[in-house]
């Protein structure tokens, strides 16, 4: 990241802050009068019975730019119809690279004037962590469905506030489980389900990297909640609880920091044991400091199931005691976008639901509460 979009970046998230307190705290989780008109409407009639849903990147950062805005040129049942940037620059780069119209863009100031744009049907959030929530809440009320990066949010408290809202707006939310909708991952609990190698008793993941630059905001934790465990942990603490297909009933956890000065806000490495309610141990772990963690094993009665590599955007790799686990590699956002716009045609609840991203949080305090009191805890 630049000096200069970090000094954009502090911008706005003063801004942000400050209309949150004014906007969404005061206004409460109310529509505009447009969405309260329509709020008996099925949702295919609410987007005019279109065959492809338009979608506001909001932010337009690395995801954005390297697998987003590229996924929505080869999505069916949505597209790129909107950006919400605080810079310049990108206005122009993106409206001459997606021809979008000056009228479908804006920045973080105008972001809610996206309620008297009927292009835009769903809104996508792709900002630090600590912001999910607000933009949630602000689409929300602008009666747009939502789309949400995961993590979901920093908090329980802020996940149900972002259902609450769009249950409130009779929207939908998915969040960015983009490895449910991945063939590999897809194989894999189907296995799993099939119970064809007996019953699961262990599963092994991880997924880490070393990051770079200290100043991002990855690593200040007012923006992103937490560290490795909230930025890629969450992928290894979604596949156990996929592939067990339960909830964790426990959870003990360590934390192990290096570089104290680099890692001063947020976690560098955890490791973690959740136990499941059949009896399924899964152990795992994350960090922020090595590269090469990015796998999972489950281990049943009569085999086992593995991806190696397990989590990246491309080059998935598996195999079990049944043979080569092998497809085609795909685009991710590609399918979890095109599946959300149809969760919305058709009127069905996404896979990859609020609720979802709330059971991940759920752990996710937990895990953090166990490293800070040294103890095992319960998951009620």
């Known amino acids: 990241m630049t000096s200069k979009n970090q000094h954009s970046r502090r911008t706005f998230v003063k801004t942000l802050s400050a209309g949150l307190a004014a906007g969404v705290a005061v206004g409460g989780f109310h529509t505009e009068k447009k969405a309260h008109a329509e709020d008996k409407k099925s949702d295919s009639e609410k987007s005019g019975n279109k065959k492809s849903l338009g979608v506001a990147l909001v932010g337009l950062g690395s995801l954005s730019t390297n697998q987003i805005a590229p996924a929505l040129q080869k999505t069916s049942n949505c597209h790129l119809a909107a950006i919400v940037t605080g810079t310049p620059e990108k206005e ?174 947020v976690d560098e490495s955890i490791t973690w044991t959740m136990k499941f309610p059949s009896g399924v141990i899964a152990q795992c772990s ?52 095109d599946d959300f716009a149809s969760c919305i045609l058709e009127n069905k609840q996404s896979r990859v639901s609020g609720e979802e991203g709330l059971k991940d949080l759920k752990v996710i305090e937990a895990i953090y509460e166990s490293i800070r009191i040294g103890k095992t805890v319960t998951i009620s």
């Open 286 to 337: 994350t960090s922020y400091n090595f590269n090469g963690l990015n796998r999972f094993k489950a281990f049943s009665d009569n085999g086992y199931i593995q991806l190696d590599p397990a989590f990246g955007y491309s080059d998935i790799q598996g195999e079990s005691s049944q043979g080569p686990i092998k497809f085609e590699q795909v685009d991710h956002f590609q399918l979890e976008l």
């Open 92 to 265: 122009q780069q993106w409206a001459s690279k997606y021809n979008v119209a000056r009228e479908h863009i804006y920045s973080y100031d105008t972001f809610d004037k996206v309620v008297g744009d009927d292009s835009v049907d769903i809104v996508y959030v792709v900002l630090p962590n600590s912001m999910h929530a607000e933009y949630t809440l602000r689409a929300a009320k602008a009666g747009k469905h939502v789309f949400c990066e995961k993590p979901m949010a920093n908090s329980v408290a802020d996940c149900q506030r972002m259902i609450d809202a769009c249950k409130l707006a009779n929207r939908q939310l998915g969040i960015g489980y983009r490895c449910q909708f991945e063939p590999h991952h897809q194989r894999c609990i189907e296995i799993a389900r099939s119970n064809d190698l007996g019953a699961m008793r262990l599963i092994d993941a991880g997924f880490g990297f070393k990051i770079g630059d200290p100043k991002q905001w990855r690593l200040n934790k007012q923006l992103a909640g937490g560290g490795a465990l909230m930025d890629v942990g969450i992928y290894a603490l979604q596949a156990c609880r996929y592939l067990a297909g339960e909830e964790p009933i426990s959870i003990t956890a360590q934390e192990t920091k290096t570089d104290a000065i680099k890692f001063a806000q």
